[in-house]
């Protein structure tokens, strides 16, 4: 077999933890990286002169939902920050367009009567289908009600009584509407391809649902060319048999909690032992108080091992800190849903808890090991962003949230920096790893006043240059 064709890069700016600098050049050749000192360009050997821009790892998104973001990129956006009022949202869906419509990002403030009799009255005579942004909720119109109980009629009596709502709001039934709306394939390329362009090489998949089908699915779209990331894939048990592939590896049980409807106790215990003895992390999604200490008394029944996890952890008293510390748990937070949600927060929610909400830098004084997931498409995909966000606790309104939480920007950058098999572990450019980059045009001393996706200059994932001039 042909070796795979190395890279030099030359002059470029390395950087440690606390981001003092030095300039080296840096070969890769295939998936690893085999060179880092003063090195001169073998024959035939591609060049690229970085000119002292900084080079880091490729970011590693640690939380996202990517066939939902695919599918986001061909959906009308119902919320903010692009939609903030009823006349916009009319304007938004009224758009000249044929078959489903798919909303996505809707929040109330938009507006509060959103229901199957205003979609009806306001919106187009096409079936429409409006996702609220916390991903749990659907909201439909009566052309869509009517497409979906048509294609519900050969299920079993238990699951059409599921879709059968007249006031068209369908909580938590993406796995069963997923089967009955005949849409087209997410396009994953192009989502894929986005991800590059802001410097994501690495993708933890956390959807909750993600089974053997979604696996193989995952493998044809990286065989393809239409994924260029690496994916750890979370999600059911069933996932714990899957072979470790190039691109592929099998991430944690993913648990969705509702604090409506909490799942009974001693199951949820059995549930993690299980997942523990086939050596697989637990990953719970906790974005509320109840849910977290309901969790923490789990993992306190059931021991914690390395890997088990909290996702968002969006509320945190101060003395549930203290137990996350004594379980060795680590967290993977949002911040930038502080700058996107934050004046919905400051609005509703009681100022006392202000300071419990989406801790950053209390987690990291105390021990707790951290990292950041953009939580995409509910969150905003590009990770600069939500490192400016740790950076600076503002909202899109100009408000402050939580300013003792502030990070500076190389922790910040370090929230993205952890390998998808343990977000904690930072990874850094040196022989032997995985040819993962990000070459930026400036200096870090720059790029940390401006934490930014227009620095980047080209993404290199698995050896091969994925984004950028020079791909
Ligand atoms: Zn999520």
New binding site residues.
């Given amino acids: 077999m042909l070796e795979a064709p190395s890279i030099l890069i030359k002059r470029a700016e390395l950087i440690d933890k606390m981001g003092s600098a030095r300039v080296k050049d840096v070969r890769f050749c295939g998936d690893t990286i085999t060179a880092v000192g003063e090195l001169s360009p073998a024959a035939n050997e591609r060049c690229v002169d970085a000119d002292g821009g900084l080079l880091i790892p490729g970011l590693n998104d640690h939380?996202?939902?990517l066939a939902s973001y695919a599918a986001s990129l061909q959906s009308v956006r119902c919320g903010p920050p692009d939609i903030h009022c009823e006349s916009e949202l009319i304007e938004a869906i009224n758009r000249p367009g044929s078959g489903w419509l798919r909303g996505t990002g809707f929040q109330e403030d938009v507006c509060p009567d959103l229901d199957r009799a205003w979609l009806d009255q306001n919106g187009p005579a096409r079936p429409v289908r409006i996702q609220h942004r916390s991903?749990r909720l659907w909201i439909f119109n009566t052309l869509a009600i009517e497409a979906v109980r048509a294609a519900a009629a050969d299920l079993a009596p238990h699951e059409q009584a599921r879709v059968s709502r007249t006031d068209g709001l369908y909580y938590d039934a993406d796995e069963i509407l997923g089967g009955l709306i005949q849409s087209e394939a997410p396009p994953i390329r192009q989502a894929s391809q986005r991800l590059a362009e802001l410097g994501v090489t690495g993708l933890n998949d956390?959807?909750p649902t993600n089974d053997i089908k979604a696996w193989d699915w995952f493998v044809s779209l990286q065989h393809s060319g239409d994924l260029l990331q690496r994916v750890r894939m979370s999600g059911r048990s069933e996932l714990s048999t899957q072979q470790k592939l190039p691109g592929l590896v099998c991430g944690e049980v993913k648990v969705h909690l509702h604090d409506t409807v909490l799942p009974e106790f001693e199951g949820f215990v059995d549930l993690i032992c299980n997942s523990h003895s086939l050596g697989r992390g637990v990953a719970v999604?906790c974005v509320t108080e109840v849910e977290l200490v309901f969790t923490l008394a789990a993992f306190r029944a059931a021991g914690a091992i390395k890997g088990d996890r909290i996702?968002?952890a969006s509320v945190m008293p101060f003395e549930l800190v203290e137990q996350l510390v004594e379980l060795g748990l680590g967290v993977v937070t949002q911040p930038n849903f502080v700058r996107e949600r934050g004046d919905v927060y400051l609005r509703d929610i009681p100022s006392g808890q202000h300071d419990s909400l989406y801790r950053v830098r209390s987690l990291g004084d105390q021990g707790v090991p951290m990292a950041f997931?953009t939580?995409l498409p509910?969150g905003d995909p590009d990770p600069w962003a939500a490192m400016r966000a740790a950076t600076e606790r503002r909202t899109l309104g100009g408000q402050c949230l939580g300013e003792q939480e502030t990070v500076s920007p190389e922790q910040a950058l370090l929230g993205f920096l952890g390998s998808l098999e343990n977000p904690f572990v930072e990874r850094t450019v040196t022989v032997g790893a995985e040819a993962d980059l990000c070459l930026l045009k400036a200096p870090w001393q720059t790029v940390r006043l401006d934490l930014a996706a227009h620095h980047l200059r080209l993404t290199v994932s698995r050896g091969k240059i994925i984004s950028g001039p020079d791909s």
Avoid: Q
Wanted: hydrophobic fraction near 25%; charge should be negative; glycine fraction near 16%.
């Fill in positions: 939380h996202v939902h991903g956390m959807t999604h996702e968002h997931g939580d509910f």
